[in-house]
């Protein structure tokens, strides 16, 4: 078992090594090696002289989500469940949110255990897995990191879920996206501190100007974080003219779109990265459910496929 494992690599592990003041980042440099063993020993280390702490157990995640991206599904599978285990284990004597680095971890666990079961072709177990977690785990704040595995194991195909559209930005009611039915939609969650939206928005707005024609609508929920620049915090009708003001500067083109506001949207589609981009057809099914930014070349042939009609394949993405 792999809990044996990591007992070994602590036995192993010379008696006057020091704990390390950066566990997360150095087990992360092990592991950008390729040096689970090495990651392990870190680990090791720092848990005999620290314990079991909030950092120890996100740097046990990493181990997990790298030996996943090295298509290590055996020894993924090991690391998350561990993970997982020691996380519960916490919780008996902490709230989920009581700080930051805790839920960092059992959600990258949880996330890792869904991966590793839909690779090995247990698709149904893995959402249900999921789903079973989020029911667990729906008042915290791994709520939208769960639903956002959901939705990318298993909301392609599927109807779009609704928007909250009870407040937006500006002058202009927010529509409901089942008014939309009919024309394509891309709905654009995005963040006013983020560089990875305002990078898209070009790209956005180009297809705004080569498909509005034949239909296309662009959906660009956001939501308040508690701060404006500089992450100074701020009331919320301070920050909501903050974001007025950074969709006017970076965004002119989003002054025509609906901008809803509400965390409740990123909840319900599991943007917990931003920019998350889903693409919706003219039935009201999702083609494309994408958290990260999308560059012009990759994305405009799927918008295309969408606004004539025709779904692009999973292949046509390189997935």
């Keep these: 078992m792999f809990g044996t494992a990591l007992s070994a690599a602590a036995q192993t592990a010379p008696a006057s090594a020091p704990a390390q003041q950066n566990v997360i980042a150095d087990v992360r440099a092990a592991i950008a090696k390729g040096d689970f063993a090495g990651g392990e020993r870190i680990l090791a280390a720092y848990r005999k002289e620290k314990g079991t702490t909030p950092e ?41 949110d009581d700080e930051p680095r805790l839920p960092i971890a059992i959600g990258a666990a949880i996330e890792v255990r869904a991966n590793v ?13 999921l789903n079973e977690e989020l029911a667990t785990y729906k008042a915290t704040s791994i709520r939208t990191r769960i639903q956002k595995n959901i939705n990318l194991l298993s909301l392609e195909g599927k109807p ?5 559209v009870r407040e937006g930005l500006g002058a202009t009611k927010p529509v409901a996206l089942s008014s939309l ?18 990078a898209m928005g070009p790209v956005l707005d180009q297809m705004r100007q080569r498909y509005g024609a034949r239909g296309l609508t662009i959906v660009s929920p956001t939501q308040r974080y508690g701060y404006v620049a500089a992450r100074k915090t701020a009331p919320p009708a301070e920050e909501m003219a903050y974001i007025a003001k950074i969709r006017d500067e970076v965004y002119p083109w989003m002054a025509k779109e609906a901008v809803p506001v509400s965390d409740e949207n990123f909840k319900a589609y599991g943007a917990s990265t931003t920019p998350t981009v889903v693409l919706i057809d003219r039935a009201g099914i999702v083609r494309l459910y994408h958290p990260g930014q999308m560059k012009l070349e990759e994305f405009e042939p799927l918008v295309k496929a969408v606004v004539d009609g025709k779904a692009a394949s999973a292949a046509a993405r390189g997935r």
């Design 56 to 96: 120890a157990l996100e740097a046990m995640s990493w181990l997990g989500r790298g030996a996943l991206a090295a298509k290590q599904l055996d020894k993924a599978n090991q690391y998350a469940e561990q993970t997982y285990d020691l996380c519960l284990a916490a919780l008996k004597t902490r709230k989920m």
């Design 181 to 198: 039915k009919g024309k394509p939609v891309v709905v654009f969650f995005w963040a006013h501190w983020c560089p990875d939206c305002k």
């Design 160 to 164: 779009a879920p609704a928007l909250e």
């Design 117 to 129: 079961a839909a690779q090995r072709g247990a698709l149904a177990d893995a959402v249900y897995f």
